[in-house]
């Protein structure tokens, strides 16, 4: 079971030809990954509730895409109306999480504007995946540790940040962590599973913004054995996201 | 036989990688190639990058000499008369070990294009006719490069940039890049065909950048065989015979 809890929907502004939906069912094809969890680009990079809104027929494309929704700090009314609509009824069977940007909607960890959009999606019951880069990664771990309840996932495990993964952990015990990144560098999965313990460390991709590929070579470089394979690629994230 | 490309990384590093504080010892860099099936490669000292040329070069020429991989000696933009007296130094050598190829690396030496030294030492190299491979961003140090007929492969290429790497290279017939952050779904697709895949070159960064996941990038890409072989090790073969 391959679960892939960071990807995403939609055209980038970059030079690549990413938009279609198909995009993401040919790598979900190619890599053999099981569930994808996607938030939409638009809802990142412009206009969450539009991009919210402009996803959500396509979640019924392919029974592996799940939903996240994206809060943006800034638009916290119209997030909780969001919130209301996609998970009544059936909702939680196709959206699964929250995600929030820092960096796009230029909210840092340590404000009030996050820690009250986290709050939120923690009210709504939802894991939330937040954009980690660098120092911030620790900033997130003290956020989940001031809001009860709460349970986020670092994207990219702060990327340049990782060295400060082990003392995040240390931090909270509800922040786990995702690894995506377009310029890893080496070692890092192996050095933080030896610090955190599978159970806190989750396969994700960025797809499609980078290609698998990147992500399943950084997991084969660390040399998981079996039970922390298992973790890491898909119990975890089936457990945190109730797939 | 197998039908597995030959691969070789344009991009290997042995020393101190000072603003990690990371070592690269050569037989952790053997242990790399050999997980991900590469074969060799062209080396550079980081010693000679940061510290001392001609005692880095040496280091690089004699690790080549042990590993069967090719030295690939660097220069010092900080130091323009150094450079060019090591340049002379490097072509006065016999036909045997003289190089085909030469590291710059203006980002780590804080050296920026429009610096009189970076220009200096390009057209140098242009005039000896050798394959240049640079450090830094694309889009900035590809200006002393172009309009002069350059042979250069751009090592830190990121798919963010694929853009301005395509319309360089559409007018500069010298100008490559190394696959290593050429890891969009489409990337590697995309500038072989504006381009052609003779402008791509596998390049890892080993063992600081996780070579699993460049490699496995470019054997998972849509490309052709024939385009994979061309980029696997073709393309650098190629360069290094045209010096």
Same mark, same amino acid.
């Given at each position: $079971? ?54 959500? +027929?396509?979640?019924?494309?392919? +029974?592996?895409?799940?939903? $996240?929704?994206?809060?943006?700090? !800034? ?25 929030i940007?820092?960096?796009?909607? !230029? ?24 954009h ?9 771990a ?31 015990? !509800?922040?786990?962590f ?5 310029? +890893? ?5 192996r ?6 313990? +599978? %159970? ?16 399943? %070579?950084?997991?084969?470089?660390? !040399? ?20 | 036989?197998?039908d ?26 053997q242990e ?43 220069? /010092? ?21 003289? =190089? ?5 690396? =203006? ?6 294009p ?14 000896? /006719? ?25 090592? /830190? ?8 790497f ?18 969009g ?11 052609g ?20 990038r470019?054997?998972?890409?849509k ?21």
């Amino acid at each position: $079971m391959i679960v892939d809890v960071h990807a995403h929907w939609g055209p980038w502004f970059f030079s690549m030809d990413v938009g279609s939906i198909d995009v993401n069912v040919d790598l979900l094809d190619r890599f053999g990954i099981d569930v994808q969890l996607v938030s939409a680009i638009e809802g990142i990079v412009y206009d969450a509730p539009a991009g919210n809104r402009s996803l959500a +027929p396509h979640l019924d494309l392919d +029974p592996r895409l799940r939903g $996240m929704v994206v809060v943006d700090p !800034r638009r916290l009314d119209e997030a909780r109306a969001d919130l209301t609509t996609y998970l009544a009824g059936d909702g939680r069977r196709r959206w699964v999480g929250a995600k929030i940007h820092t960096d796009y909607s !230029r909210t840092p960890i340590d404000s009030a504007g996050m820690r009250a959009a986290v709050e939120l999606t923690t009210e709504f019951g939802l894991p939330t995946l937040v954009h980690t880069w660098g120092p911030n990664v620790v900033d997130l771990a003290d956020l989940a540790a001031q809001v009860p309840g709460a349970r986020v996932i670092a994207g990219h495990m702060g990327a340049s940040g990782w060295p400060l993964v082990a003392r995040a952990a240390e931090r909270c015990d !509800r922040i786990w962590f995702e690894p995506c990144w377009s310029a +890893p560098e080496a070692g890092r999965i192996r050095w933080v599973l030896d610090r955190v313990g +599978p %159970g806190r460390l989750m396969f994700g991709t960025d797809a499609t913004l980078i290609d698998p590929s990147v992500a399943f %070579g950084a997991i084969e470089a660390a !040399r998981l054995d079996p039970a922390e394979y298992a973790a890491v690629m898909g119990e975890t994230a089936t457990e945190l996201f109730g797939l | 036989m197998s039908d597995a490309p030959i691969l070789l990384d344009c991009d290997l590093l042995v020393g101190h990688d000072v603003t990690t504080g990371r070592w690269s010892r050569p037989d952790a860099v053997q242990e790399v190639l050999k997980s991900t099936g590469i074969s060799g490669g062209l080396v550079t000292s980081l010693r000679a990058v940061h510290f001392d040329v001609p005692s880095g070069n040496a280091e690089a020429a004699e690790v080549a000499a042990s590993n069967n991989w090719t030295a690939c000696p660097a220069l /010092d933009l900080r130091d323009a008369l150094g450079a060019e007296r090591e340049l002379e130094r490097l072509l006065a050598l016999p036909d045997e070990t003289r =190089p085909r190829a030469i590291r710059l690396a =203006p980002t780590l030496q804080n050296v920026e294009p429009v610096y009189p030294a970076f220009g200096h030492v390009v057209k140098l190299l242009v005039a000896a /006719d050798l394959t240049v491979f640079v450090e830094g961003d694309v889009r900035t140090v590809s200006a002393p490069f172009r309009g002069i007929g350059a042979r250069v492969v751009f090592l /830190d290429t990121h798919f963010y940039h694929l853009g301005d790497f395509v319309v360089l290279a559409r007018e500069e017939a010298g100008f490559a890049a190394s696959t290593r952050m050429l890891t969009g779904p489409d990337s590697l697709e995309i500038v072989a065909a504006e381009v052609g895949a003779e402008r791509l070159v596998l390049g890892c960064r080993t063992p600081f950048h996780e070579t699993h996941s460049v490699v496995r990038r470019l054997l998972t890409s849509k490309l052709s065989p024939a385009e994979i072989a061309l980029v696997g090790s073709h393309n650098l073969d190629r360069l290094l015979e045209s010096a």
